[in-house]
């Protein structure tokens, strides 16, 4: 299968290619708790069916023979028909019911597969790929998307099985009586046949556009919401608000053209209705003129067709809301088809003991997807096990894709990058998470305690060991300050704590992590110098003789380094020892001596 | 001018029926010509539906069985019945096409206003409201409930429409006969007692539902955005389980509310069944007592087959009406919500000439929220207390302090971002409650500790303003920004980010991705920097702004700005002795409060802790000197 190419694709598609066919199989095929028991329901369904048709027929025949009786009422006869009748419309109903239950289950079985698997397959992406899709519109692929798809796989998949079965069992029934008047039926029905594919594929269009603006407007939502202080502090309400109006008109235009195109269709069967009731009157007529049909034929001729036109009716009612499951189940489904850039290997290579991990980049050249240039070229270098490399060099030198690359957010085009000799492509993933942890420049903390950010994936490390934790990194007097202690909600995304503490919990989450290889990416850039130096050391200590890179412009790291990697425009252009760099007298020494001035 | 706290209240009051009655009411008042519309085409479908049922045993009796038996109809009045029978087709197709669209449009606009309502509140309350409600949340708000708000008007009209026929249907049944008729009517209120018990039922189970609908739309929001934080600690599982088991939680409600809703269709179609043989056993009891003739047990038998779709019709409505319901609820919670900043009416720079730097002056300014005991009981926390301090027109002050002191809290009080609890934060000498708010962010940007960057291009995210548009000869049209692309360069190369711009495939018309994916840490920072400078502000605030960016970066940025600003007035948090020394004076903060203000050099004389604050660095590397 696809999903195990690796890079050809760093995008989820907007939608996915497959035809309507295609897409059911698809679907069904990631939901397979939708199909349980489908026999029995279908069975049951038939069932329920049949016995909403008795009813009339029971009435009907209470009435001729009843109440119409030659001799006067059989008052008898119609208490006991309608009591038989009674039963069966209570039967019918339970069936019914019992029916429904058992599509809901299985569809909402179903649909939580569905969903799981999106949302899954949404993290297993690399970075890149989630950073082509906007955030709210991701949300979108696993909320509304999936809700689409449950009207009609609740009711929908079932009504279209009866339909088809009714309309099957009344052409035979049809023909029974005349084969001309049945040919009659069916060609006024024709245009739609022929025309059907065509308003399918516009319904297809349609509803295809409605789930992509979804995605669009909660894209721009979610921006109004996480960027509401950006947007008050520069007065930009009203433009958010044009650009938000813009997206939700979108999404009303695009409906409501949906909307108009179903009813088209839906109509169009009324209409054919019309013409079939019309055509069967005249044909029927004159066949009985020409003694080819008895009047009683020509009566249940026209029961027939009644019977016939309904489920007709409904299938094209269900046909519009397979068109409007399609597009939402596209949508999921082009999520789980896009291949995955970082894939597990296919036979993992253990990459030797835990404990100090030697790390090494081999000619390493990485390009961000849609850029023309790499943004990093020949990358050699060599981080002995258990060092302290402090990475330095200018905004947007390639810093941050080093480390990305370190911790395989992504997979260089060229060279290797190794852990203990093994490439890191050849390792299992799990075990490389738990072996190189990184602290993003970009941190984030759930809407959680300060205990369960930083115990965060580590179920079994409770409050105390938390609140220890933070003890041994040099933060307890900063717990102490908070009347909760570990317990103080953060908050959403921990904006009820200041940046430089949420930098904090960070930090004590990756230390928790008890990495070989601990990678920090501007860990402490909001965090007071003086706070940032007891954490700093007491950091170094207590992950002694582990691996660690930290990516720092306060060059207070870079001075506390083992070793100095100089990155400029995508190259190493220095390397070495702190005092040795400084000696060199080059771009360091230029940093270095900018810093000192700056902070004394 | 009315505040917006003045607005009537959009949550629905009373008891059940009335709540109902009221969104109706509502919903259609606010669409009136597009219900209208929608509830003709449905009296005209309805009219066609009985129609052809009658026209039909009309051409069976008059026209196909004599034609049959041979009494000479002519084929004109054959060729006429078919005719007819395919126009009345016609008719009620023309009614379902017009009904649909228009009960289509009339449910979609109810649910695009509620999304506006929705989405404007998310930009005029306060962020102090935002930090309470998760992001997910409120976009379920705006989208499920929003929906669900307007789902019951797809197929109201329908459902009014058809109103007609069953009043006409129940007129006609008493006619024929009271006692048959009594019975046939009673499928009326049988449906409303149906639908007492069903709303019991379904209301908590579907509040249930789009509360979980919220939290499964949070769970995935706050998911997607920790993504690097999942990835960084290969928690996927963690997350998958956290997921799934907030989606089985909605599965099962969903399943409770499809349980339902599997038996309330089912009862509603059978009440009018059920009545038809009520009217046949007691009909044929009555005419075998003499009392009617069977010609009026069959009568009402048919009129009853004929009220069986519009009762269908109202249960449609009925049953979408308890979700509906719920939707309006969580949507009202958010477009009732209060507490807004209240706008003042001053204008700013009446008195002083508006390219003056602004003078600030806080006065006893406390920060109070609401929190936490030592054991966990609600009382009230000082972010902030007792802050006194001016900044003269055109002077530069640092605000120092360690991590979490309060200093973000301040400049977000003294940007306007919050309003403080108690004392007052003044702009030229006039309280900043009383300024309109166009003049405050004119006169002040705010360059916030973690940069903000939308999806839109350099330019748009700069300016803020809406894009230049080409109009129809290709000849760009102002928009009413009035930044030139000049002014942005300029704005960029202060920010120095005009290196990087330039680089970029379509310049200030390349479009950075959601957030700014696709830019480096220090980049972001500094278009949000330009993004500043551009407005010209008359007072810069600047929450340690350039900590992404690498030393000499930062210098060049700051003496850009020094020569740039001439008279603004600047405040700069920052950590950094160079920084600092751009500044008059120093405020030093700890603990919510002001612990000491002068120059820097008087603050290392006589202030301990800051001392040991600005000077770690310098410490450190000693300590580091001595132990090699
Ligand atoms: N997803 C992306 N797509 C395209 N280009 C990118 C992407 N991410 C980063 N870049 C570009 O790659 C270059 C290197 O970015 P990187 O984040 O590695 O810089 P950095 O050294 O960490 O900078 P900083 O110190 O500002 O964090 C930058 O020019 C940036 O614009
Ligand atoms: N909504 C809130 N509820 C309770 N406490 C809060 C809230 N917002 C902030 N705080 C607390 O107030 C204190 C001050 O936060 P603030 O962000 O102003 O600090 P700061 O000085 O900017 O710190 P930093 O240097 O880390 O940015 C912090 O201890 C923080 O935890
Ligand atoms: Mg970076
Ligand atoms: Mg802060």
Not at chain 1, 30 to 35: H, K, N, Y
Not at chain 1, 386 to 409: D, I, N, P, Y
Not at chain 2, 132 to 160: I, K, Y
Not at chain 2, 409 to 427: E, H, K
């Amino acid at each position: 299968m696809s999903a195990t190419t690796p890079g050809t694709s760093a995008r989820i598609e907007s939608t996915s290619s497959l035809g309507v066919l295609g897409t059911l199989r698809a679907g069904l095929a990631l939901s397979p708790a939708m199909r349980t028991g489908i026999g029995v329901t279908l069975a049951l369904a038939v069932l329920a069916t049949a016995g909403r048709l008795i009813v009339p027929i029971v009435v009907q025949q209470t009435t001729d023979v009843g109440i119409l009786a030659p001799g006067g009422v059989d008052v008898g006869l119609v208490l006991r028909l309608c009591g038989i009748a009674a039963v069966g419309l209570f039967a019918a109903a339970a069936c019914t019911t019992w029916v429904n239950v058992r599509l809901f289950r299985a569809a909402e079985a179903g649909l939580l597969q569905l969903r799981v698997r999106a949302f899954r397959h949404v993290h297993d992406l690399s970075v890149l790929t989630q950073n082509t899709e906007r955030r709210g519109s991701l949300v979108s692929r696993v909320t509304s998307d999936v809700d689409t798809i449950s009207l009609f796989v609740q009711w929908g998949g079932m009504q279209l099985v009866l339909s088809v079965l009714q309309i099957a069992g009344a052409t035979v029934a049809m023909l029974f009586y005349s084969w001309q008047l049945t040919i009659v039926v069916w060609l006024a029905f024709a245009p739609m046949i022929v025309l059907a594919p065509k308003a399918q594929k516009a319904l297809n269009v349609a509803y295809g556009t409605v789930r992509l603006r979804v995605g669009a407007m909660l894209g721009r939502i979610s921006e109004s919401i996480v960027g509401a202080q950006t947007i008050r502090s520069y007065g930009a309400g009203a433009r958010t608000q044009r650009r938000m109006d813009e997206a939700i008109g979108e999404h009303r235009d695009a409906a409501v053209r949906a909307q108009a195109f179903a009813s088209l269709a839906f109509s169009s069967g009324v209409l054919l209705s019309g013409l079939a009731l019309g055509a069967v009157v005249v044909v029927g007529t004159l066949l009985g003129i020409d003694g080819d049909l008895t009047v009683g034929g020509l009566l249940a001729f026209l029961f027939l067709v009644q019977i016939f036109t309904g489920p007709v009716q409904s299938a094209t009612e269900v046909l519009n809301e397979l068109q409007n499951a399609v597009a939402g189940w596209r949508r999921v489904i082009s999520v789980v088809h896009t291949p995955l850039d970082i894939t597990e290997p296919d036979e993992p290579t253990p990459a030797g003991p835990r404990g100090p991990a030697a790390l090494d980049f081999a000619d390493v050249t990485y390009t961000y997807p849609g850029s023309a240039a790499p943004v990093l070229h020949d990358i050699e270098l060599a981080i002995p096990a258990g060092a302290r490399v402090a990475v330095v060099g200018e905004t947007g030198s390639g810093k941050t894709t080093l480390a990305k690359l370190l911790t395989r957010m992504m997979d260089p085009d060229a060279g290797s990058v190794r852990l203990n000799g093994v490439d890191l492509r050849d390792i299992a993933l799990a075990d490389l998470r738990s072996r190189v942890v990184i602290v993003p420049q970009e941190g984030f903390l759930f809407d959680d305690t300060i205990a369960g950010n930083v115990a965060y994936g580590r179920p079994d490390t409770d409050a105390d060991g938390v609140a220890a934790a933070l003890e041994r990194l040099g933060l307890g007097d900063w717990l102490a300050t908070l009347p909760l202690g570990v317990h103080t909600d953060v908050g959403q995304r921990g904006e009820a704590l200041s940046a430089g503490e949420r930098q904090l919990v960070a930090i004590a989450r990756a230390y928790l992590a008890d990495a070989d290889v601990l990678v920090l990416d501007e860990a402490t850039s909001a965090v007071d110098p003086a706070t940032e130096h007891r954490i700093s050391r007491a950091l170094a200590e207590l992950t002694q003789g582990r691996t660690s890179v930290a990516i720092a412009h306060r060059l207070s790291t870079a001075e506390a380094a083992d070793l100095v990697v100089v990155v400029d425009a995508g190259r190493i252009v220095e390397l070495g020892p702190h005092t040795a760099l400084v000696a060199a007298g080059g771009v360091y020494a230029r940093m270095h001596a900018t810093w000192i001035s700056a902070s004394e | 001018m009315p505040s917006p706290d003045d607005r009537p209240l959009h949550a629905l009051s009373g008891g059940a029926v009335r709540r109902s009655l009221l969104l109706i009411g509502r919903g259609i008042a606010s669409q009136p010509r597009t219900f209208t519309i929608a509830i003709v085409a449905s009296v005209v479908y309805g009219i066609g539906l009985v129609a052809s049922g009658w026209l039909l045993g009309r051409i069976t009796d008059g026209v196909v069985l004599p034609a049959i038996e041979g009494s000479g109809v002519s084929t004109g009045s054959i060729w006429l019945a078919g005719l007819g029978l395919l126009l009345i087709g016609a008719v009620t197709a023309v009614g379902v096409a017009l009904r649909r669209i228009y009960a289509g449009i009339g449910a979609l606009d109810v649910q695009a206003g509620h999304r506006r309502a929705v989405t404007r509140q998310y930009l005029r309350l306060p962020m102090t409201w935002h930090r309470r409600h998760p992001a997910g949340q409120l976009l379920s708000n705006a989208n499920a409930d929003a929906e669900a708000a307007g789902g019951v008007f797809m197929p109201l009209p329908f459902a009014l429409g058809v109103l007609v026929m069953i009043i006409v249907a129940g007129v006609a049944m008493i006619a024929a006969d009271p006692v048959l008729g009594i019975i046939g009517v009673s499928v009326l209120p049988l449906v409303l007692v149906v639908n007492a018990v069903y709303r019991n039922y379904m209301s908590p189970a579907i509040t249930h539902v789009q509360h979980q609908r919220a939290v499964v739309a949070d769970v995935a929001h706050e998911s997607f955005e920790a993504a690097a934080v999942v990835k960084a600690l290969g928690t996927e599982d963690f997350e998958e389980r956290r997921f799934a088991a907030a989606s089985r939680t909605l599965r099962d409600a969903n399943i409770a509310v499809g349980r339902i809703r599997s038996v309330f269709d089912p009862v509603i179609d059978l009440l009018p069944g059920l009545a038809t043989l009520g009217v046949l056993a007691v009909g044929a009891t009555r005419v075998a007592a003499g009392v009617v003739d069977t010609g009026a047990v069959i009568t009402t038998a048919y009129l009853l087959t004929v009220m069986t779709f519009p009762v269908r019709a109202i249960g449609f409505v009925l049953g979408d009406l308890p979700r509906s319901l719920v939707g309006h609820d969580r949507v009202s919670r958010v477009i009732d919500a209060r507490g807004y900043l209240g706008a003042g009416r001053h204008r700013l720079g009446d008195a002083v000439p508006t390219d003056e730097g602004l003078r600030l002056d806080l006065d006893g300014v406390g920060v109070r929220v609401p929190s936490h005991d030592a054991d966990g009981a609600a009382t009230e926390a000082d972010l902030l207390t007792d802050v006194t301090f001016s900044v003269p027109a055109g002077r530069t002050v640092a605000i120092v302090g360690s991590t979490g002191a309060g200093k973000s809290t301040l400049v977000d009080v003294i940007a306007r971002l919050r309003d403080p609890s108690s004392g007052v934060v003044r702009y030229d000498g006039r309280d900043a409650r009383e300024i309109a708010d166009a003049d405050r962010t004119g006169a002040i940007a705010l360059v916030a500790q973690s940069a903000f960057v939308f999806e839109d291009t350099v330019r748009g995210n700069v300016t803020l303003a809406d894009e230049v548009e080409p109009d129809g000869e290709g000849l760009p049209v102002s928009t009413g920004s009035g930044y030139t692309d000049e002014q942005v360069w300029a704005a960029l190369a202060i920010a120095q980010a005009d290196g990087f711009v330039a680089a970029l495939p379509d310049g200030l018309d390349t479009v950075i991705g959601e957030r700014g994916a696709s830019l480096s840490g220090g980049q972001r920072q500094r278009l949000a920097i330009a993004r500043a400078l551009i407005r010209r502000p008359r007072l810069l605030i600047l929450d340690d702004a350039t900590s992404a960016v690498d030393p000499l970066v930062e210098q060049a940025i700051l003496a850009g700005l020094r020569r740039s600003a001439g008279d603004v007035t600047v405040i700069l948090v920052a950590y950094r002795t160079a920084t600092i020394g751009l500044a008059d004076s120093v405020v030093h903060v700890e603990r919510g409060r002001v612990v000491d203000a002068g120059t820097h050099a008087d603050l290392l004389g006589r202030d301990r802790g800051y001392r040991r604050l600005v000077t770690a660095y310098q410490r450190g590397r000693e300590e580091r000197e001595v132990a090699r």
